[in-house]
Every structure is written in structure tokens, then in C-alpha cells.
């Protein structure tokens, strides 16, 4: 084996050997279905000239960050089910690498997040450090900025400080510009009275705000988590459901709940059963 100093242990989900390939199944159908529809959708909009609109266009940039999140860590969990604890094992490098891509994947969804809302607001509106490897056990599936502080011998006060203040700018950032843009179109939709207007606001918000809530309440949980090793099985959990289960939540809320995109998906089915027969 490598040097240790090189080579982490992740301990992964806990599944016992009964139900470990029950769980590759079930987790490799879910990561095929995020990589189908979001990558359908993405096809979808590009390939047809009435659907390449700005608010279209972010639909594809959220579609593209959830595969960008899911092949960063459900390949990795999938191998990890097969093999056993001690063979868990991944490069220094690859694992700081990880954790990079998911910092950039949580920050690149509250962003697009973010403009979507503003783009709700004027769709309904227009009318009107260095780490020392210690101890080299990951206590998570894959590997996230968290997990490696707490592998540091040395003193990551600089790094909570990084932390906690870009958390503290993204999260504050997103939740009061999301918050004062739903106040704003609910302010217009009362004075209006417009039935309408409020119907289309409505329909137009409730997609962007059942993710985003999903979004919001998954970062918190594993934030919280964080902060009770007791609970870091219940924290795998939960980091496993946010990473998988909204990718593949936000291809269905999108593609079901957008007119456009459904009219579009009933047309290609429609070509596709009439050459069949």
C-alpha cells in the first residue's frame, strides 16, 4: 500500500453485506435517471428555438450542476458499497478535489437559485490551508470541506473563519434576496387582485420554491449534523438524500411543471408512438 500520509479511508455508508447490493441497485437507478432526465431536458431546450429564453437557459445551467453534483459523488459511493471498509481508500489529492467540486456545486445551486427568483419577480412583474494528516478516517461518504478540517492536527481557525464567512455570505445573501423578491411578488399580487396574475405566480413560483426550500432545509441538516459526531450516521443519511434525491427531484419539478417544456415532451412522444406504429 501507499504511504499513509497519502491515502485517506472513507467509512461510508454503514449497510450490511445482505443489503449492500440492494443499495448499488437502487442508488445506480437514481443516478441513471438524474443523468437521463437532466441531460434530456438540456437537449430538450437547446434543440428547440422557442425554448432557448433566459428563464430556459438557467433551467439547463441547474440541470447541468445536479449531473456535475451527482457524478462527483454517486460513482464514488456506488464502488465504495462493493468493497469493504478497510479497502475504502482515496488519494489525498482526489479527496481535496472532491470537496472542492462539492463546495462549488452546493454554491453554484443557491446562485442559480437566487436568479431564478429575480427572474420569477420580473416574469410576474413585467406587466407590472494546508492540512497534517493525523488521523486519516473520512466520517462521510465523500469527501467535503468539513470532513477534512477535522482530519488537521494543526489549527484551521483561518479556514473556520473562511468558512463560516463564506457560508454566512452565501446563505444570508440567498435567503434574504429569494425573501424580499417572494415578498415583493406577493405584494404585487395582492394590490392587483388580478386573478390571473396571482394564478400565474402561482404557478410560476411554486416549482422554484419547493426546490428551493428542499435545498435550503438539506444544507442546514448536514450543517447541523456536523456538529454531533454521535449523529454521523444520521448526517450520511442526510448527505446522501440532498445530493441524490434533489438532483432528481429538480428534473421532474422543472420538466412536469413548466407548460412549455411539457408541451414539448408530449410532442416527442407523440413522434416517437407514431413511428413505432
Do not use: W
Amino acid at each position: 500500500m501507499e504511504n499513509q500520509t497519502d491515502v485517506l479511508i472513507l467509512e461510508g455508508l454503514k449497510v450490511t453485506p445482505q443489503s449492500s447490493i440492494p443499495a448499488f441497485i437502487l442508488l445506480l437507478i437514481i443516478y441513471v435517471f438524474i443523468m437521463a432526465s437532466n441531460l434530456g431536458l438540456v437537449v430538450l431546450i437547446f434543440s428547440s428555438r422557442s425554448l432557448q429564453q433566459p428563464m430556459y437557459l438557467l433551467f439547463c445551467n441547474m440541470s447541468i450542476n445536479d449531473v456535475f453534483g451527482a457524478t462527483i459523488i454517486i460513482p464514488h459511493v456506488l464502488r465504495d458499497l462493493l468493497l469493504s471498509n478497510s479497502n475504502r481508500y482515496i488519494h489525498y489529492i482526489s479527496c481535496v478535489l472532491q470537496a472542492f467540486c462539492v463546495h462549488l456545486y452546493g454554491s453554484t445551486s443557491h446562485t442559480v437559485l437566487m436568479i431564478m427568483a429575480f427572474d420569477r419577480y420580473m416574469a410576474i412583474c413585467s406587466p407590472l490551508v494546508r492540512l497534517s494528516r493525523c488521523r486519516s478516517v473520512i466520517s462521510n461518504p465523500f469527501c467535503d470541506n468539513a470532513s477534512l478540517f477535522k482530519l488537521s492536527c494543526e489549527s484551521v481557525l483561518i479556514n473556520h473563519i473562511y468558512g463560516l464567512g463564506y457560508t454566512v455570505v452565501l446563505l444570508g445573501s440567498s435567503i434574504c434576496s429569494v425573501t424580499l423578491t417572494y415578498l415583493k411578488i406577493a405584494a404585487v399580487c395582492v394590490l392587483s387582485k388580478n386573478k390571473a396574475l396571482n394564478s400565474k405566480a402561482l404557478q410560476t413560483c411554486a416549482s422554484h420554491l419547493t426546490v428551493y426550500v428542499l435545498l435550503l432545509l438539506s444544507a442546514f441538516i448536514i450543517v447541523i449534523l456536523h456538529r454531533f459526531p454521535r449523529l454521523s450516521d444520521h448526517r450520511k443519511v442526510a448527505v446522501i438524500v440532498g445530493e441524490v434525491v434533489l438532483p432528481a427531484l429538480n428534473a421532474v419539478i422543472y420538466g412536469l411543471q413548466i407548460k412549455e417544456i411539457r408541451q414539448k415532451i408530449s410532442k416527442l412522444i407523440s413522434k416517437l408512438d407514431n413511428k413505432l406504429k
